[in-house]
């Protein structure tokens, strides 16, 4: 029995299966620190949610929008039992008429703020925008009859402009219509609580712009518009063609929604970005003419159940989008890198392993244990330090103390300064390789195969001439013998 332990003890495949077991053993530290680092993820997620509960979330703009009220009225043939006419009742029902603008041009600057919830920080910005566009001469034969036989009744018309969060708005945004100064109301008669109108603002048209609509000509508009939102601007091209041209001083933009930017420039000074978009490839005008047709098509009795399902029919609007995207994700970034934790532990123990059968040293199981979970550790500290500091600082910070440790280490266990600063320079170049991994994230994959590929490579050409028979069957160190009386 002693001598299959001593056997054991000696053998270059039971220290390999040893290594092996021992990884095995630190995917447990690594699996916590990788669940707290997504706890920690989340939880930023709920900071960013509770500050779009009492601040204000995303916003998606649609407008301006001139809307019609109007009364259509018919008659409806009474009937009595046998089905025979008896008289007639007289029905009528409010509608609403949507007109969007020929013609809308966006100039706005997005400027960036930053706001904490406890130690997260959350992106905003602070959009000062200016709409100008126009609408057509208003054609009363276009206002579609649901009834045979029925008279339309027209109201008076009013500018409809929505945000998805009104409490952004910084201030009531300034309206003219045709030279005309409009002042926006939450609430005006003629919209019913179950539109998705109703959610945003309406200033009725009135003086000269209510005259030049009366008498079919075309009208202009000019809107002045502070906004707050968080991370990202959303805007629904509805007019017949939509232009926006949107500057920041935010370096890190992302694009996305249905659209795309046309022209975009992006630089360490912030980005310049141009959209122009026709309504020939976009269905925004149709989904808001549905989310109207829905309240103009639903009976009273069934308005009330209607309600919901009318107020977030837009949830699917087609827009164009930018957002502030932060540059660092620190959660991401500490993500990422945890996923190279295990092949970073494997190399070291890998190279420790090295140092011992071509030194002749002998490093005990505890030893490679305790130099797994100083890698380990290196990642539940990068975690902490880049919830305070600048990214590359956290990790040079960890790195640089990670590195420290082992080489002090080393030079203890493996018997010189000289041996743990070489040591301690191999885990600096594997520190430097996972920055560059989690630096070039496009790059990530490749650069990963080719590190993988090198190691193997330089391990495999180094012991290209062992004999692994005769390193298993080395002799034991000599026991000194006992000395005489």
Not at 93 to 115: C, N, W, Y
Not at 420 to 449: K, T
Request: aromatic share 10%; charged share 15%; proline share 4%.
């Amino acid at each position: 029995m002693l001598q299959l332990l001593k056997a054991l003890q000696t053998s270059v495949l039971a220290k390999v299966a040893g290594l092996f077991f021992l990884m095995l053993l630190l995917c447990i530290p690594l699996a916590e620190i990788d669940s707290i680092n997504r706890a920690r993820g989340d939880s930023q997620q709920e900071a960013a949610q509770e500050l779009a509960n009492t601040y204000a979330g995303p916003q998606t703009m649609v407008g301006p929008l001139l809307l019609v009220p109007y009364v259509e009225r018919w008659m409806e043939p009474l009937r009595d039992a046998q089905g025979k006419m008896i008289g007639q009742e007289a029905r009528s029902k409010e509608m609403t008429h949507v007109v969007f603008s020929d013609q809308l041009h966006i100039a706005g600057s997005m400027t960036p703020q930053e706001r904490y919830r406890g130690i997260f920080k959350i992106p905003f910005y602070t959009l000062n925008a200016t709409l100008t566009g126009g609408f057509a001469a208003f054609n009363p034969n276009a206002v579609a009859h649901s009834e045979t036989d029925s008279k339309i009744e027209l109201k008076a018309p009013f500018i409809a402009f929505n945000v998805s969060d009104l409490r952004g708005l910084d201030g009531s945004p300034a309206l003219a219509v045709n030279g005309e100064a409009l002042r926006f109301k939450q609430r005006v008669p003629g919209i019913a609580d179950d539109s998705w109108f109703a959610d945003g603002i309406h200033a009725p048209v009135t003086g000269a712009a209510l005259a030049a609509w009366e008498a079919n000509a075309p009208v202009s508009f000019e809107m002045k518009l502070g906004l707050v939102g968080q991370d990202t601007l959303a805007i629904a091209p509805i007019a017949e063609e939509t232009t926006a041209r949107l500057t920041s001083p935010w370096a890190h933009p992302s694009f996305g929604g249905r659209f795309l930017a046309a022209q975009r420039s992006v630089t360490p000074q912030g980005f310049d970005a141009q959209w122009r978009i026709s309504s020939l490839v976009t269905s925004a005008r149709e989904q808001v003419r549905t989310s109207l047709s829905k309240r103009n098509n639903a009976g009273d009795a069934a308005a009330a159940a209607a309600s919901s399902s009318a107020r977030h029919s837009l949830a699917g609007l087609q827009t164009f989008d930018v957002s502030l995207a932060q540059p660092i994700n620190v959660y991401s970034m500490s993500t990422r890198a945890g996923k190279y934790g295990m092949l970073f532990i494997g190399l070291v123990l890998m190279a420790a392993f090295m140092f011992e059968l071509f030194r002749k040293l002998r490093l005990h199981p505890i030893q490679y244990g305790l130099v797994g979970l100083s890698i380990a550790l290196f990642f539940l500290l990068l975690l902490a330090l880049s919830e305070k500091f600048a990214f590359w600082i956290a990790y040079a910070s960890a790195a640089g103390a990670s590195v420290a440790l082992l080489a002090v280490y080393f030079s203890a266990v493996l018997g010189g300064w000289r041996r743990g600063l070489s040591f301690g320079a191999f885990i600096a170049l594997l520190y430097g390789a996972l920055y560059g991994l989690l630096a070039s994230e496009s790059n990530a994959l490749l650069l990963g195969a080719l590190l993988i590929f090198g190691m193997l490579a330089t391990l495999m050409l180094v012991t290209r001439k062992v004999d692994w028979y005769a390193l298993s069957r080395r002799a034991e160190p000599a026991v000194p013998a006992a000395q005489g009386a």
